[in-house]
């Protein structure tokens, strides 16, 4: 005989409750049942774990050092079961979160907060990625949600409305195009510009926008981020393309925001995902709160 979890588990209650048939009547079993587990457990382990008398039962020491082992395996087991099910339900597990430069800097701080003081046993492991990696690795698999802004690329993957931004131009105070309130943008292409790195959604279009007008973007600097694009900006270094909200954050003091008058400058951020309907639970938990919160 191998032990297993309801012999100790009766095992357990024949202590707790002092006689077999008390034991029996909690568990809703026979009591010729469990006095033939405890004894075929005895025979198994060969030593007795038990001292009946037509009182009850008292543990022998071996019966109560295996009383002590059960519980402890016993209560494991229920711990197991109970995360499972936690699982099953979203309230437990790690998701992968893969996320534009805009997306990390205006939208997804206060409902990724939010998220974790409802669901605090849900880890969140947020990375940054431009917008054209994140729909490559989402296509293969390599993460469970992605905020990223609309790009003309074909991939396989299921995308839901989040957010939108609009783009426009900071300048520093004393630059030429400090006096306009709006601009078109190929009024910039006049001036060098602090962008960000190739493969961003806003490096693109500003590049595509210029190859239409047969023109070239001005590149002064290329950064990785917008914190560091709005220092370089106040530092006299040139004008830069980025959203209106991350230029609010960043409060560069010696810089103007101006509007931008091209239609493309509206942008849809997305909420992607490869499968709905394959993502584990904790995973699809996150996204029905955030799609909650889409505007």
């Keep these: 005989m191998k032990l297993d979890l309801l012999t100790l588990k009766l095992f357990v209650r024949v202590l707790e409750e002092g006689t077999i048939s008390q034991a029996a009547e909690r568990e809703h079993i026979a009591a010729a049942a469990v006095s033939r587990r405890i004894a075929d457990l005895e025979q198994a382990l060969n030593t007795t774990l038990l001292v009946r008398t037509n009182k009850g039962v008292s543990p022998t020491a071996a019966g109560l050092e295996l009383l002590y082992r059960s519980r402890a395996l016993l209560n494991s087991v229920e711990d197991i ?96 195009l400090a006096r306009h309130e709006r601009l078109r943008f190929e009024q910039t292409l006049e001036h060098e510009q602090i962008t960000l790195l190739p493969g961003t959604q806003i490096n693109y279009q500003i590049t595509k926008v210029a190859m239409e007008a047969n023109r070239s973007v001005r590149v002064r600097t290329e950064v990785s981020g917008y914190d560091a694009m709005c220092l370089l900006v106040n530092a006299g270094m040139g004008i830069a393309i980025l959203p209106r909200e991350s230029a609010r954050i960043y409060k560069v003091p010696q810089t103007r925001m101006i509007e931008l008058e091209d239609d493309w400058s509206r942008r849809d951020i997305l909420i992607g995902v490869r499968r709905r309907r394959d993502l584990q639970p904790s995973a699809q938990t996150l996204l029905n709160f955030l799609l909650q919160t889409a505007s």
């Design 81 to 176: 079961e109970s995360r499972l099910q936690a699982y099953s339900q979203g309230q437990q597990g790690l998701v992968h979160i893969l996320a534009n430069t805009s997306a990390i800097s205006q939208f997804l701080p206060a409902p990724l907060g939010e998220f974790g003081r409802l669901h605090p046993s849900i880890r969140l492991q947020l990375e940054e990625k431009t917008s054209l990696d994140i729909i490559r690795a989402l296509a293969d698999g390599k993460a469970d949600l992605g905020v990223f802004t609309r790009l003309p690329y074909d991939a396989d993957i299921e995308a839901y409305p989040f957010r939108s931004d609009e783009l426009v131009v900071l300048a520093p105070l004393d630059h030429p």
